[in-house]
């Protein structure tokens, strides 16, 4: 899983070039133009190849694809492109919950308008450096590049340096006639890990350079003796931090069992992961 | 407290436990093996699947002492192999759902087509039917089997 500020961070590091950030309403979508407005880090796509960071639980009914596929369709990437990161829980994400088949009708114009909005960038930034229009462009594949030649320098660049257009608001979405994944059934992208292994459940995510953070109400015996201050150095092994958030006290520690041990001093409502 | 060896997916490790720990406890078994579910722990749904000398076995109700002396494969073991069979026919047939229970699933599979080659779906619902599967994938789990078999999607 990922989390906001790390996939920012991978992205200006690896400076794969745009990431677009779009706000999830919180309710089903109204149409309001607020709604869609661009909200960067609420959620993020990266392009070539491309990953959508999720941020609705997968629990076997294909979010995890299904959501991705949105944002394909309109940037026009190869599905073998596009790969997706399950979102740590962040405010910015909004309603997370995941349920009542909402999924799909809450996310299908926000999502697909992201996608939309990081083509018409790119296609907007592929013309700028070669002077031409943009419809002069090629697209599909998601290669908005000029037949003969590369990304110039130029544009890796400005990829690097940020300079595209502005997100536009209104980017045109792909007509049913031309969609080439909606309502196709491609690879599952979460399928050859749940195969081979490698898928890390929620129960298995122990490892220890893994910082758990576990939630839990204080004590309120303990939080009379100020054993759990905000900021309190940990006195316990393994527990890095310890913070005064809005529903109880955050632990933070390497390993599963260090915030069980440091529980002695509270119970935990949940780990992450 | 005792030190035992254990073989997990051909490599040895040795141990310092208590020789009743059960193998999905803090063991080899678990630091080589992330991608191994333990879910009931009492032996009941065979998530926990592994092979101990290639046959299937819940993991979770082996002890640490039983397990010495033995090859112990987990599903990682299976896949660095070059992957398995079973695994590519996971994959086309789309199996998992949630995911949690298939690593076991694919264990009991593959240690089934190893001793039957060409199973019916009598005898894929006898060796599996141990095996649990809340999203209910049985009958892509029978798809898989059988296409890995050789004998393509369905029979």
């Known amino acids: 899983m990922t989390t906001r500020r790390d996939f920012l961070a991978t992205g200006a590091v690896a400076a794969t070039g745009l990431v677009i950030g779009f706000h999830w309403p919180a309710r089903r979508a109204s149409g309001a133009a607020r709604d869609f407005a661009p909200m960067p880090g609420s959620a993020s796509i990266r392009r070539a190849p491309v990953t959508v960071l999720v941020a609705r639980s997968e629990m076997g009914q294909g979010v995890r694809t299904a959501l991705p596929m949105l944002v394909a369709e309109e940037l026009q990437v190869d599905w073998k492109d596009v790969h997706f990161e399950q979102a740590i829980p962040a405010p910015a994400y909004g309603d997370m919950s995941t349920g009542g088949s909402r999924s799909i009708v809450t996310s299908w114009e926000p999502l697909r308008k992201a996608g939309a909005q990081a083509r018409e960038m790119l296609i907007a930034a592929a013309a700028a450096t070669w002077g031409v229009g943009p419809r002069e462009l090629p697209g599909g594949g998601g290669h908005h590049c000029s037949p003969a030649e590369r990304p110039s320098s130029r544009l890796r660049r400005d990829r690097r340096a940020g300079r595209f257009a502005p997100v536009p608001d209104d980017p045109p979405l792909r007509a049913p006639a031309d969609w080439r994944l909606i309502g196709t059934r491609p690879p599952r992208l979460d399928v050859p890990a749940k195969v081979d292994g490698s898928a890390v459940l929620r129960r298995r995510r122990a490892r220890a350079r893994d910082a758990l953070r576990c939630r839990r109400a204080l004590s309120r015996v303990r939080r009379q003796r100020g054993e759990l201050r905000s900021g309190a150095r940990p006195r316990h092994p393994g527990v890095t931090r310890v913070e005064r958030i809005a529903s109880g006290i955050a632990v933070v520690a390497r390993t599963r069992g260090r915030p069980g041990r440091g529980g002695t001093l509270c119970r935990f409502a949940g780990t992450r992961g | ?155």
């Not at chain 2, 407290?1 to 141990?15: P, S």
């Not at chain 2, 397990?67 to 998992?96: D, K, N, S, Y």
């Open chain 2, 1 to 155: 407290m005792a030190t035992y060896k254990l073989n997990v997916n051909g490599r040895e490790h040795a141990l310092e436990v208590d020789p009743r720990r059960r193998s999905c406890g803090r063991s080899a078994i678990t630091s080589d093996s992330p991608g191994r579910s333990t879910a009931c722990g009492q032996g009941l749904c065979g998530s926990c699947t592994v092979h101990v000398n290639g046959e299937a076995t819940r993991s979770c109700v082996t002890t640490v002492a039983a397990a010495q002396g033995t090859r112990v494969t987990t599903i990682e073991g299976l896949a660095r192999a070059g992957g398995h069979p079973v695994q590519a026919a996971w994959i086309a047939e789309q199996v998992p759902q949630c995911g949690y229970c298939q690593s076991g699933q694919i264990m009991a599979a593959a240690a089934l087509l190893a001793r039957t080659p060409r199973p019916t779906d009598a005898e894929i619902d006898r060796a599996l039917s141990g095996n649990l599967c809340r999203c209910g994938t049985y009958q892509g789990i029978r798809r898989a089997i059988h296409r890995a078999a050789g004998g393509g999607a369905g029979r």
